[in-house]
């Protein structure tokens, strides 16, 4: 999901230089100008100039445009949609647009109002309307097309504007009328809350209101119905992309071979002995998912999947990302503070769990509020320390079993129970707590044989501890896959000469390796 402002015109961009793929969504927002007069918003943006690729290996996020990383979440995101833009009325830049936007509406009224009227700027929001008309159509539309193209002919309306008879009310019925004719049922309503607007400025601006608004849902339903092809045609686009880039830089896949020689080095290493785990009544037992990934000879597979978790544990220090990783390292990071968040969720509600009994934790109203508390409260984690919010979270976390054992009947925690229970919550915070390692280690094993098994299969035989986040778990892991499968596809050959020179030389590897 993306918003509308940025990503509007390089969506329609993207998917107009697709092959065989006709031009039938809008190109520009409305009222977005040409550094015209007489509009209602400034210049859309533009595409960052692309840097020569001198720097390595910075060179790789200066050198790849919007478009690159909008091809990018496109392939890896079968849910991508544009959404509108909602500015907060308090912010800075929403102030600044909306008081751009009242004076340019101010001087058409101002215009429209004069003797004799002055309709050059009517004119300018029709012809943009026209364009936007006509971006919506489907290509098959031809009778519509004709139709708009008459109704709203821009030389005759010229001329009734120069004899002042350019009757502003009219158009704006007849592209209401053509708008109930274009637009998805979800705008329905806003269209006809429009037809009871008889102010002439106001219609023109609820107009261009939806119009917007049916520009995006143009660009979605176009999306959605070429996914298949935009996703075979971002694989090839990023990669072309990056060639255009090794062409001139011959190295510039030095921390990608390195990220890989440490994938395979963690692999040959004996796995590190577990943290002490809580007894079993806790709730973490072992796994048939961990006997399931037991010590190998290495597969070009298992290194790659050992080199994307290790991104999830990625040093912001260290500079040496590799380089076919570097547009999605924003994502990587974004998953990566999200499984930071479910550790310390699961943690806290599998220390509540062996305070407060099976009873408690056998109803799920009582499991979903407490996430839902304790989520709300893990906000503050990004304006406070951990070690702080964790002293909120666990006294809130004690007041909502001590209140739900005393409405089901049930005995109440000691006061030496209470205080334990606060205790070893607050005690989650720390990074080296046994029940956090745990989790911890629980998630990422979990992540690698969604990697390896698909995330369906995974969620079958979740590792002791993680029950009770089921559902974030899958979205976890479903964007983890996402965002690899379509990494692997767009490099795997870069991969796989690599790969050959990391592994010992086996009769089954170069196969295995163009599976990739």
């Known amino acids: ?60 996020i200066d050198t790849v445009n919007d478009a690159s990383k909008l091809s990018s979440e496109i392939g890896m995101n079968h849910d991508f949609h544009v959404e509108e833009k909602v500015l907060p009325p308090s912010s800075l830049e929403g102030r600044v647009k909306e008081t751009i936007h009242n004076a340019f509406w101010d001087h058409l009224k101002e215009q429209l109002l004069a003797a004799p009227p002055d309709f050059s700027c009517a004119l300018e929001l029709l012809k943009e309307i026209k364009e936007i008309l006509l971006s919506l159509l489907l290509p098959r539309q031809n009778r519509l097309r004709s139709e708009i193209e008459e109704a709203l002919d821009m030389d005759l309306l010229k001329k009734e504007a120069e004899h002042g008879t350019l009757n502003v009310p009219h158009l704006s019925k007849y592209i209401l009328n053509m708008m109930t004719l274009l637009c998805a049922p979800v705008r329905d309503e806003a269209v006809q809350k429009l037809e009871n607007i008889t102010d002439p400025v106001r219609l023109l601006r609820g107009i261009f209101q939806v119009l917007g608004l049916m520009k995006m849902d143009m660009v979605n339903y176009t999306i959605q119905s070429l996914q298949p092809q935009l996703q075979e045609h971002s694989i090839q686009y990023e990669r072309a992309k990056f060639q255009e880039l090794l062409n001139k830089q011959p190295r510039l896949l030095d921390h990608t071979t390195k990220w890989l020689a440490q994938a395979a080095a963690d692999l040959s290493m004996p796995p590190p002995s577990c943290p002490d785990t809580p007894n079993s009544s806790s709730g973490v037992s072992s796994s048939p998912s961990e006997a399931a ?211 010992p030389p086996a009769q089954a590897l170069e196969t295995e390796v163009e599976s990739l």
């Open 1 to 60: 999901m993306v918003q509308q402002n940025t990503c509007l015109a390089y969506s329609t961009d993207f998917i107009s230089k697709m092959p065989g793929v006709e031009e039938d969504v809008p190109l520009k927002e409305p009222g977005v100008a040409e550094s015209r007069p007489c509009k209602p918003e400034t210049s859309g943006p533009t595409q960052e100039d692309k840097s020569s690729p001198e720097d390595h290996p910075s060179c790789v």
């Open 293 to 503: 990934i037991s010590p190998e000879p290495l597969s070009p597979a298992m290194v790659l999947s050992q080199g994307f978790l290790n991104l999830l544990l990625w040093d912001p220090e260290d500079e040496e990302f590799p380089e076919t990783l570097l547009m999605d390292r924003a994502w990587l990071q974004e998953l990566e503070a999200q499984l930071n968040q479910l550790t310390i969720l699961a943690s806290v509600l599998l220390v509540a769990s062996s305070f407060s009994g099976s009873v408690l934790f056998g109803s799920p109203q009582f499991v979903d509020k407490l996430k839902r508390t304790t989520k709300a409260l893990m906000e503050e984690f990004n304006s406070r320390p951990e070690e702080e919010a964790m002293v909120t979270v666990s006294e809130r976390v004690s007041q909502e079993i001590h209140q739900s054992l005393k409405n089901m009947g049930l005995a109440a925690l000691s006061s030496d129970n209470t205080a334990s229970l606060i205790g070893q919550l607050q005690n989650v915070a720390k990074k080296e707590n046994c029940v956090r390692s745990v989790i911890d280690q629980r998630i990422h094993l979990f992540l690698k044989c969604c990697l390896v098994l698909g995330v369906q299969r995974s969620l079958l035989d979740l590792p002791g501890g993680l029950t009770l986040i089921e559902a974030e778990l899958a979205e976890l892991g479903q964007k983890f896959v996402n965002l690899t499968h379509h990494n692997q596809q767009v490099f795997g050959p870069y991969y796989m000469e690599i790969l050959k020179t990391l592994l």
